[in-house]
């Protein structure tokens, strides 16, 4: 079985300011973690993933996320937020055997001008 | 390059009627998926398939859903006989390949509301 844990449901930050949203997950095998964001009565828009290699990956927007093996997350990052990226950000996981994505239930990111 | 495209964006049925929802892939994209997303929570897995099989649905309801992607057209999900509780935004999903490494991309869903 494969979950994903976003510990936080709204995370507000002030603009200008670097931003985190947390995720950790929890799968068999190797993981496959993406990223995506939503924002009102849209699609999902895919921001980043990791597959394997460099535990940072760079993604669309300036954002970049860090896979922790150790701590089994996989945080999303931006070092300077901006009002354009208030919206719902999901994690999402897929172990190497599954055809399916698992998401989080999803992190509302407010930034403050 | 044209994104996943899903029809209608916005569908309003009263109980006991049929939903029919339309998701076309994007270009050279032959793998579908469906997933569902209740108000307040994430998406929910429901069916995956490649063009005429259902490879995956795991995540369907056993009854009044159904899923197909014929060879020809677009993929449809189904919902007979709707209630109150079907009630979400429903996300179709495509990839160019099985592979797990692959992105799903996603259309901008379909707003089905139950009255």
């Known amino acids: 079985a494969q979950s994903v844990a976003q510990p936080e449901d709204q995370v507000n930050v002030a603009e200008g300011n670097p931003l985190t949203v947390k995720c950790t997950y929890s799968?068999?095998?190797?993981?496959?973690l993406f990223w995506y964001v939503q924002y009102p009565n849209r699609g999902l828009q895919f921001l980043l993933k990791?597959?394997?290699?460099?535990?940072l990956v760079k993604g669309s927007y300036g954002f970049e996320a860090e896979f922790n093996k150790s701590q089994t997350s996989f945080h999303l990052k931006k070092p300077s937020a901006l009002v354009s990226d208030s919206a719902l950000y999901f994690c999402?996981?897929?172990?190497?055997?599954?055809?399916?994505?698992?998401f989080g239930k999803g992190t509302k990111l407010s930034v403050i001008p | 390059n044209a994104g996943v495209m899903q029809n209608p964006r916005h569908l309003v049925r009263r109980r006991g009627q049929e939903a029919r929802l339309r998701c076309s892939p994007m270009?050279?994209?032959?793998?579908v998926y469906w997933y569902r997303q209740l108000p307040e929570e994430g998406l929910k897995f429901m069916v995956y398939?490649?063009?005429?099989?259902?490879?995956?649905e795991s995540g369907m309801p056993k009854e009044r859903f159904s899923a197909e992607f014929p060879k020809e057209g677009p993929s449809i999900l189904r919902i007979q006989q709707v209630v109150r509780g079907d009630s979400a935004a429903y996300f179709c999903?495509?990839?160019?390949?099985?592979?797990?490494?692959?992105?799903?991309?996603f259309g901008p869903g379909t707003r089905l509301t139950v009255l």
């Open positions: 999903a495509s990839s160019p390949s099985q592979d797990g490494t692959d992105t799903q991309y």
């Open positions: 799968v068999s095998g190797n993981p496959y």
């Open positions: 990791y597959i394997t290699g460099d535990n």
């Open positions: 999402a996981v897929r172990s190497a055997g599954s055809y399916q994505l698992t």
């Open positions: 270009k050279g994209h032959s793998h």
């Open positions: 398939l490649q063009k005429e099989n259902i490879i995956d």
